[in-house]
């Protein structure tokens, strides 16, 4: 789903992202804010400057705008989350880190 957020320039998007037993996303920010729901499985977050925090199922995580983070399914099968982000339109939504 992407929808505008009013006159904001910004705009809404929300994206299942499934990760096989052991998958990972490396580091990364966003032009503004992220909100990871896990749906399934365990996944384990790394926010730059954190201690790593791991969630199950029904649980969430808010990203500040520039956090670099990374993710990865620390569980023994499947895990998916429902990522919802409110980013600056016409920005690329994934920055990877350097």
């Known amino acids: 789903m992407r929808h505008d957020v009013g006159s904001t320039g910004q705009e809404a998007i ?3 992202v499934d990760f096989a037993p052991g998958a990972a996303f490396g580091k990364h920010s966003h032009p503004g804010i992220e909100i990871a729901y896990v749906l399934e499985g365990t996944m384990e977050y790394q926010l730059a400057g954190q201690p790593p925090v791991t969630l199950k199922a029904g649980e969430s ?6 956090t670099v ?3 990865k399914n620390v569980g023994s099968g499947k ?4 990522a919802t982000y409110f980013v600056q339109k016409n ?3 994934v920055v990877p880190a350097e």
Request: aromatic content about 6%.
């Open 14 to 16: 929300q994206v299942r």
């Open 61 to 66: 995580l808010f990203i500040p705008e520039g």
């Open 69 to 71: 983070h990374a993710a």
């Open 79 to 82: 895990a998916s989350e429902l």
């Open 91 to 93: 920005k690329q939504i």
